[in-house]
């Protein structure tokens, strides 16, 4: 399964940004999908992560409340929106897909998107 990432880009602070994550397969219905952000010098970090059906989701204790992760089956397509971002939410943004929510909340990812780099300015 191929992923790919789009929506990043730079914005000022308090503004919004909605990402997109298209799967290329239509197994992704079959996985969970998550996100993650890293910035350079630090390890990967879990954003967000959804159920098969959507129905239930999970997020960083850091990000709730500002962040909302969703998916269309429908369209092999996930999302992840972002409000009332922050300079500190800057960072290269990885949707992925594994076995369960809690699994890819652990790391255990079978598939990575390539990225997408968002950049919030101060």
């Known amino acids: 399964v191929q992923l790919v990432e789009s929506g990043g880009g730079l914005v000022q602070a308090g503004g919004s940004l909605r990402l997109s994550c298209a799967a290329s397969?239509?197994?992704?219905?079959?996985?969970?999908m998550g996100w993650f952000r890293q910035t350079p010098g630090k390890e990967r970090e879990f954003v967000a992560a959804?159920?098969?059906?959507?129905?239930?989701?999970s997020y960083a204790d850091s990000l709730k409340g500002r962040f909302t992760i969703s998916r269309d089956n429908a369209k092999n397509t996930g999302y992840l929106q972002m409000n009332s971002l922050k300079p500190e939410d800057t960072a290269v943004y990885y949707c992925a897909l594994g076995p369960t929510s809690r699994q890819i909340r652990l790391n255990s990812v079978n598939y990575w998107g390539q990225g997408t780099q968002v950049t919030v300015s101060s």
């Open positions: 959804i159920s098969t059906s959507g129905g239930s989701t």
């Open positions: 397969a239509r197994t992704f219905s079959t996985y969970a």
